[in-house]
């Protein structure tokens, strides 16, 4: 079974082929959110430097967020277009269980955090591999004493966003740079993991995880807020 992972949710841009559970090929770009001029180049090259072609792939797995706005559409708009032109079906993985991916050896609480706006990060918590706190958006206060009293490690940009903060808890640690990015190696192997058991559907599965309202949407609400006074 070949899987192709897609994520844009982030800074990053990144794609990923895995065959039958064996990762064989990422690309990931790390800056400037040009997702929309960068996504399908990256995809072509690297299905070019595999010998493969789009219709060799069998699921896609596809990033759904929390994370940009923007960016979670332009990676859920590309996997669904792929989907419904060749009649696959998809999976759709969240970024706070990606991040966890990263870690998931970590022996004690893993906290995958994607930073939302100042003081607020998008939250998942994880143990012995099970979510223990399913994704929400929470204050770095309310972070910070879930967190005490734990063995527990931070991952994903909210982390280094808050690393002063979270890096003076006692017993933890930010996770390793590079473990921090969000990997379509990570989106890939989660799908394929999925789709082994049944666990896929069509396009419509690819929806963006939003847990709070765009900016343009908060912006409008505040406006007829103050015309309604």
């Known amino acids: 079974m070949l899987v192709l992972g ?14 039958d559970g064996e990762l064989l090929c990422e690309y990931t770009q790390n800056q400037k959110k040009t ?10 090259a690297m299905l070019s430097d595999l010998d493969l072609n789009l219709s060799d792939i069998d699921v896609f797995a596809c990033g759904i967020g929390p994370g940009s706005f923007t960016g979670v559409r332009i990676g859920g708009a590309t996997v ?13 993985i969240t970024s706070l269980a990606a991040l966890y991916d990263n870690v998931k050896y970590f022996d004690g609480t893993v906290f995958a955090l994607v930073f939302a706006r100042e003081g607020e990060c998008y939250t998942a918590v994880y143990e012995n591999g099970e979510e223990i706190v399913a994704p929400c958006v929470m204050t770095i206060d309310d972070i910070v004493t879930l967190a005490k009293d734990k063995k527990c490690i931070f991952v994903g940009d909210g982390a280094i966003a808050n690393y002063e903060i979270l890096s003076g808890i006692e017993n933890s640690t930010i996770a390793e740079t ?52």
């Open 6 to 19: 897609i994520d844009s949710s982030s800074n990053a841009a990144t794609v990923a082929v895995v065959r």
């Open 80 to 92: 669904r277009g792929f989907a419904d032109t060749l009649n696959r079906p998809c999976v759709a």
């Open 178 to 229: 590079r473990h921090n990015i969000i990997s379509a190696g990570a989106i890939a192997l989660l799908g394929y993991y999925k789709a082994i058991t049944g666990d896929v559907g069509t396009s419509s599965v690819i929806a963006p995880l939003y847990l709070r309202k765009s900016q343009a949407e908060r912006e409008y609400d505040e406006k007829h807020k103050s015309e309604d006074k």
């Open 35 to 44: 997702h929309s001029v960068k996504m399908l180049p990256m995809i072509e």
